[in-house]
């Protein structure tokens, strides 16, 4: 027990690391230096942050909490310890 609670934090931060890549085409951010694609993407961003809208299949609905194709994808990615590096 004590071994799977000191590698939490690094899971966690593997997990995070690859999700990063896999946010912005899941969710439709753009590269953009424009003020309405800095918009675009700021109240997008707030949008999904608001009650963790992220994290459900339907985000915009909210249904099936942590149903999310992109956490199911980064769980996957992190699965395998041989090609994760975890």
């Known amino acids: 027990m004590s071994l799977i609670l000191k590698r939490t934090s690094h899971v966690r ?10 946010v912005s085409p899941f969710f439709g951010f753009r590269a953009s230096d424009s003020r ?4 675009r993407n700021r ?3 707030e949008s999904l ?4 809208r992220f994290a459900y299949r339907d985000f915009e609905k909210k249904k099936g909490i ?7 994808l980064g769980v996957k990615s992190g699965s395998s310890p041989a090609k994760s590096g975890m």
């Open 13 to 22: 931060g593997e997990l995070k690391t690859k999700l990063r890549s896999l």
């Open 36 to 39: 309405e694609g800095i918009k």
């Open 43 to 45: 109240d997008l961003m």
């Open 49 to 52: 942050k608001e009650g963790s």
């Open 66 to 72: 942590y149903k999310s194709d992109l956490l199911q």
